[in-house]
């Protein structure tokens, strides 16, 4: 009797584990270099892409097992403006908060067990980006467009965004 329990019990913690991988969170940029606003630099441009597929897919862990998201982002422009003539090895963006705030423009496929339960086109946009709390550290690059993504994130799907601790 216990072997078939404990056997049962290996079954069920298997077929949850497969589920779970099944969830997930795939990000696709369409045409990046075509974007409103990201660095003219193909390494920078690279850096921020691969940033945001790692924050979309940090937040696509909060998702209920089994759910799949598939996120399209058409369009970028980043908060600040980036100043040219201050050129250098990175990135040097100027922030007015004026009519400088990040925008996405995406579109996203929720899907569970393959099924496709929602989908829709957005465009995200934070005018106040300068004046709200961002618990997002000075030194990141994307704390403005990250903090606009969880809150999308969050009245979207419904879920908790946990923030990061600064330090």
């Given at each position: 009797m216990k072997t078939k329990t404990?056997?049962?019990f290996i079954a069920g913690l298997a077929l949850l584990a497969s589920t779970a991988a099944w969830a997930g969170t795939e990000v696709h940029?369409?045409?990046?270099?075509?974007?409103?606003?990201?660095?003219?630099?193909?390494?920078?441009?690279?850096?921020?892409?691969?940033?945001l597929t790692a924050h979309f897919e940090k937040l696509g862990e909060?998702?209920?097992p089994g759910l799949t998201l598939k996120i399209d982002v058409t369009d970028l422009d980043m908060a600040g403006r980036e100043n040219t003539s201050m050129r250098s090895t990175q990135d040097f963006r100027v922030m007015t908060g004026q009519a400088d705030w990040p925008r996405m423009r995406l579109h996203y496929v929720l899907e569970?067990?393959?099924k496709?339960?929602?989908?829709?086109d957005a465009a995200l946009s934070d005018m106040s980006y300068?004046?709200?709390?961002?618990?997002?550290?000075?030194?990141?690059?994307?704390?403005?467009?990250k903090k606009m993504i969880d809150?999308?994130?969050?009245?979207?799907?419904?879920?908790?965004?946990?923030?990061?601790v600064r330090k």
């Open positions: 404990t056997r049962t940029f369409t045409k990046p270099e075509q974007f409103s606003d990201v660095s003219f630099d193909q390494t920078e441009r690279d850096k921020v892409l691969k940033d909060s998702l209920k569970q067990d393959g496709v339960i929602g989908s829709a300068l004046t709200r709390i961002n618990r997002y550290a000075s030194g990141d690059k994307l704390r403005y467009e809150d999308w994130f969050s009245d979207t799907f419904g879920t908790q965004v946990k923030r990061p």
